[in-house]
Nanobody, 122 residues
Framework: DVQLVESGGGSVQAGGSLRLSCAASGHITSSDCMGWFRQTPGKEREGVAVMDGAMGTTTYADSVKGRFTIAEDNVGNTFYLQMNSLEPEDTAMYYC????????????????WGQGTQVTVS
């Protein structure tokens, strides 16, 4: 099984930056698909960024391109979402997720999820 724990959320003014971390434990590999998603009350969950560990590629939602970066550490147990130039529209609960097989994209089904960390931009 895989456990994911997010950290790094908080409140920031527009234009500021935050870095979210996702610490993974359990059976994960460097070829897994890692992703960040966000959700606000009354809205569907939105895929923000994914990293295909097997291909070494990343995909971003149009709304965050050029501002957010997904990356992983060298060991592979933690991955991050660096968020720059934050906007009030980025306010949401952010979740990290891992998909162990199949295609890696923003619409894919992810098996493992963290509990979420709140980001508030004012």
């Amino acid at each position: 099984d895989v456990q994911l724990v997010e950290s790094g959320g908080g409140s920031v003014q527009a234009g500021g930056s935050l870095r979210l971390s996702c610490a993974a434990s359990g059976h994960i590999t460097s070829s897994d698909c890692m992703g960040w998603f966000r959700q606000t009350p009354g809205k569907e969950r939105e895929g923000v960024a994914v990293m295909d560990g097997a291909m070494g590629t990343t995909t971003y939602a149009d709304s965050v391109k050029g501002r957010f970066t997904i990356a992983e550490d060298n060991v592979g147990n933690t991955f991050y979402l660096q968020m720059n130039s934050l906007e009030p529209e980025d306010t949401a609960m952010y979740y990290c997720a891992v998909r162990s097989r199949g295609g890696c994209n923003l619409k894919a089904y992810f098996e493992y999820w963290g509990q979420g960390t709140q980001v508030t931009v004012s």
